[in-house]
């Protein structure tokens, strides 16, 4: 029996798990530590890394909404985290609806132009938003959306990345010949994106939701921009930007817990979204 082989197998096997297991760790490493913060007191963060829990995250948390003690007294933990899912919800579904309704256009409809269309998306989708946002802030002023929440909300119809995805995926992932049967069956053409192209592009539009949603609640550059002088329409990362870079009243435990106040909605929507990724792997069109 060649034994060399197989110890080779087991030592790339060994190799490998041990690989997966240090990547896993340096992944969850910063959420145990965050968790941890969160209950610890000020002067124990500050002294140091700790490897096991407090128990002051009640009154962290209490401290958050505390008139002589709370950081940010100009606007609540409560009202950063209504904006944040204000902005979030409705910047996520107009993304991928919108996302996915132009990437159908692209793949299945052959139209003049369609190249050159798909071009202008793909160029787009390198400009950087630091690029873009004096343009954006222009018209806000002009359509007088200026200091509201919908700058953060209505430019979510046109997300390039989301466009770019989708249509990589319904290139393998739906099926022409579908498309033309419900049209002989004679369903219109919203009607076969909304009862047969959207149930076919659940995995990829769970997964386009997950980055979407991250990706809204985390922006701290475009609201600290188009928000201006309005103060109480601040997201979540505004409050914990103030909160960290208060010089005055610094309390590394409502830092912490702040910030795991943030991330639970996250947690959330992933947990919510996963079971579709997984459920994509027996889904594409129809067997030929």
Known sequence: ???????????????RTVICVI??????????????NST????????????LPGGH???????????????????????AFRNSIV?????????????????????????????????????????PTQVSIVGLIKVSQLTHLYGTLWPMILPAIAAPTTVYF???YMENGLS?????????????????????????????????????????????YTPSILIGAERQLSTLPMYAEAIRSNDKKQDYGQVYTALLCAIIPIIVAYLALSKYIIAGVALGGVKE
């Open 1 to 15: 029996m060649d034994t060399t082989g197989k110890k080779k197998t087991s030592g790339t096997k060994i190799l």
């Open 40 to 51: 610890l007191r000020h002067a124990d963060i500050a002294s140091g890394i700790k490897f």
């Open 166 to 168: 989708m249509k990589q």
């Open 176 to 220: 022409l010949e579908i498309v033309e049967a419900a049209r002989i069956d004679g369903c219109s053409e919203f009607g076969i994106f909304n009862r047969i192209g959207l149930p076919l592009l659940k995995p990829a539009m769970a997964t386009q939701a997950i980055f979407a949603f991250v990706a809204s609640w985390n922006n701290l």
């Open 23 to 36: 990547l896993c760790v340096l992944a969850i490493f910063p959420f145990y530590t965050l968790i941890i």
């Open 57 to 79: 995250f009640i009154q962290n948390f209490k401290n958050l909404f505390d008139p002589e003690k709370q950081v940010v007294s100009t606007f609540s933990l409560f009202d």
């Open 87 to 127: 902005i979030t919800v409705p910047a996520t579904i107009l993304q991928i609806y919108f996302g996915s309704l132009t990437a159908y256009a692209l793949t299945v409809y052959r139209f003049k132009g369609r190249d050159f269309a798909w071009g202008l998306i793909y160029g787009i989708m390198m400009i």
